[in-house]
């Protein structure tokens, strides 16, 4: 009964929002004498045979059975849908029937104009029937006796009232009743995944104390045995050559003494000509000294290694899991733990691009023959927004609009820039890039304005990030869908790889092929800072949950976590080269997401399976269930441990992390 009043409520609004007062009306005087309180088939019965074909409302009578057609759309309901098709058969042919008994032959000629090709079409040999109006007597035709005769009109009312019965009287229930329980639903859930996330920090967090007490215990049993074999050697040894020993002893432990004061010397001037060299950002843009684009040659020789790069290793936070010795490796990951995994097989080439919408509720995939899919992996989700979108071209780009999670946004390979509407199903608008700049490789739209930038490239269809050419940044207005300005990048720039937005969509990263990284401030569309992240061109970047740090992934297969506070600190680092072998790809550029807590790292693959690497934690990492080919993008949901994976075997992976 509470589904039902909530229900009620909702029709309430919708009517009163778009003014239909006479709808509303209406409303309120059936509700006042329902009594059931539920589904009330002589009511379906008395609108079909008391109204709609006693006053001859054909149009009315067609569209409510193309509406109970569609109820029973899922392919559970089999049996229903060829059920429902002899009935609708039956109820039309009673409908020419009452129109012959009541000499209304210019209904049945407007009938059939109407509807004749949809007829011939279902192939329930409708064409005798064409010939009924110009019988003298049809009702004595052998081929048409039976349907002017009472008992087959009195056994089809109750075969139909018998179907609505079957249908609506049992688990089925409409739409508006489910919202209710489903938003009390996704409450609960959201109550569990906040629990279980403490839990989960706390079991962490237990982990790690023991572990310290392990290695505690580790070290006081070393010290032990050590001390005791000490205090033999002593006794057996004469005091010459212990004298001996400790002079040697003593001359080793000066000597490492001034390794130590060396190294942190050449430490501490690497890091005063390291500060001297960057911006720091503190805040992102206050503070934040600009980056002239006329200067991003001699900005770049500044950080040009001298000696094989050995002088410009960046600092490394002191953590037990960036030591490489302490390092599990990727093919010794356990497989994740599984919730639940969906299969979406609707393509036919491989996969390019795949993402969740900002809701999560829907899914957009691409592939190589120039297709977009719009889907959804929860049965319980109205497929009403289900599309195929056909571009003509490579899809490049994928990006879903932030604010009203309506619009995909679709970069192709020939400039092509094209907006879709999931509710009207229809392109908004088609742009297309200069062309100089044919190739879309990113699209990123702002999570608080109505902008998206492009980052376009001048070469495309290559299979190495190094041949995409320069690069262009521009930003476009979604609501003239012109472009508003083009961010300065310089003389002939090297192709921006990925965009990014931070959480208020004031500043934006971009990642290079010349391995650099560029901080803009949208407000000015200035460059604001940049530094040499790789030695190689970046294929990914992404702000960090915190915005206080920016991942990083090159073509050398390195994954960096770049500290913002104090610019040039790499926090954290992966080697992934073993998943993401550019040299030899058939992956032209890789990918890489973190999950909504920013704890898990997941990489597109070269193998069937992807790493997805602990960000925070001790755990080293977890491999993805396989598919049978390369693994080619990759996208989490913005709320939940839920990721996908596409591959070149055409098909995209749903995966629940249990």
Not at 55 to 67: H, P, R, T
Not at 115 to 123: F, G, K, P, T
Not at 219 to 238: K, N
Not at 516 to 527: K, P, T
């Amino acid at each position: 009964m509470d589904n039902m009043q909530y229900a009620e409520e909702l029709v309430r609004e919708f009517l009163v929002f778009r003014g239909f007062t006479n709808s509303l009306h209406a409303f309120e005087t059936e509700l006042t004498t329902d009594i059931a309180k539920g589904f009330q088939v002589d009511k379906i019965l008395d609108l079909v045979f008391s109204v709609y074909i006693p006053k001859y409302e054909a149009e009315n009578l067609v569209g409510l059975m193309s509406f109970l057609r569609q109820c029973l759309s899922t392919p559970s309901e089999t049996l229903f849908i060829s059920t429902l098709s002899k009935l609708e058969v039956s109820i039309l042919r009673y409908y020419i029937v009452h129109l012959l008994q009541s000499g209304r032959q210019d209904k049945i000629f407007e009938f059939f104009r109407r509807y004749a090709s949809v007829l011939l079409q279902r192939n329930e040999d409708w064409t005798p029937w064409f010939a009924i109006p110009y019988l003298n007597n049809p009702s004595l035709e052998p081929q048409f006796r039976v349907y002017f005769s009472k008992e087959w009109y009195d056994a089809l009312l109750l075969s139909f009232r018998n179907f609505l019965s079957e249908v609506f009287n049992g688990t089925r229930l409409p739409t508006l009743l489910k919202v209710a329980s489903e938003k009390n639903d996704v409450k609960r859930l959201k109550k569990d995944i906040k629990q279980l996330n403490h839990k989960l920090s706390q079991l962490e967090e237990l982990l790690g104390k023991k572990e310290a007490e392990l290695c505690r215990l580790k070290s006081s049993d070393i010290a032990a045995i050590s001390e005791t074999m000490l205090q033999i050697d002593s006794c057996v040894e004469d005091r010459s050559i212990g004298t001996s020993s400790k002079g040697v002893v003593e001359e080793n432990n000066f000597q490492a003494s001034d390794i130590g004061q060396t190294s942190a010397a050449v430490s501490s001037s690497s890091s005063s000509e390291m500060e001297g060299k960057m911006h720091p950002v503190h805040g992102y843009t206050s503070h934040l000294q600009l980056f002239e684009p006329d200067d991003y040659t001699n900005f770049r020789k500044q950080f040009t290694p001298t000696d094989g790069g050995q002088n410009d290793t960046p600092t490394y936070r002191n953590s037990d899991s960036d030591h490489t010795g302490n390092e599990q490796k990727e093919e010794d990951f356990p497989e994740v733990r599984v919730g639940f995994q969906e299969t979406f097989s609707g393509h036919t080439s491989p996969i390019t691009k795949c993402r969740f919408s900002a809701s999560g509720t829907n899914i957009a995939s691409a592939s190589v023959d120039g297709t977009v899919r719009i889907w959804t992996y929860d049965s319980s989700t109205p497929t009403s927004r289900n599309a195929t979108i056909y571009c003509g071209a490579k899809i490049m780009s994928l990006e879903w609009e932030f604010r009203s999670d309506r619009l995909l946004l679709i970069g192709t390979a020939d400039g092509g820039i094209k907006a879709w509407n999931v509710d009207a199903k229809r392109v908004v608008c088609d742009l297309t890039t200069s062309a100089e700049f044919p190739s879309v490789l990113d699209l990123k739209c702002s999570p608080m304005e109505p902008i998206f930038v492009s980052s376009a490239a001048s070469r495309g269809n290559t299979r190495s990030l190094d041949s995409l050419g320069f690069a262009s940044l521009t930003v476009w207005n979604m609501r003239t869908w012109k472009p508003m300005t083009v961010l300065p990048l310089g003389k002939d720039p090297p192709a921006v790889t990925s965009i990014c937005f931070n959480h208020n969509g004031k500043i934006l990263a971009a990642s290079a092929t010349d391995g650099m990284i560029h901080m803009f401030d949208m407000s000015a569309g200035l460059q604001i800072t940049g530094w040499p992240a790789h030695d190689s061109a970046v294929s990914s970047v992404k702000f960090g949950p915190d915005e206080a740090s920016i991942f990083s992934l090159g073509s050398d297969g390195k994954i960096f976590e770049w500290s913002l506070q104090n610019q040039g600190q790499v926090l954290w680092s992966r080697d992934c080269s073993r998943f993401c072998d550019f040299k030899n790809s058939v992956i032209p550029q890789h990918e890489m997401g973190l999950d909504f807590t920013g704890r898990r790292l997941l990489v597109t693959s070269e193998s069937t399976r992807s790493p997805i690497y602990q960000v925070q934690g001790r755990m080293s990492g977890m491999r993805t269930l396989a598919h049978s080919a390369s693994i080619t993008t990759i996208d989490w949901h913005p709320t939940m441990p839920i990721f996908l994976t596409g591959s070149v075997d055409h098909s995209v992976h749903v995966t629940s992390i249990s």
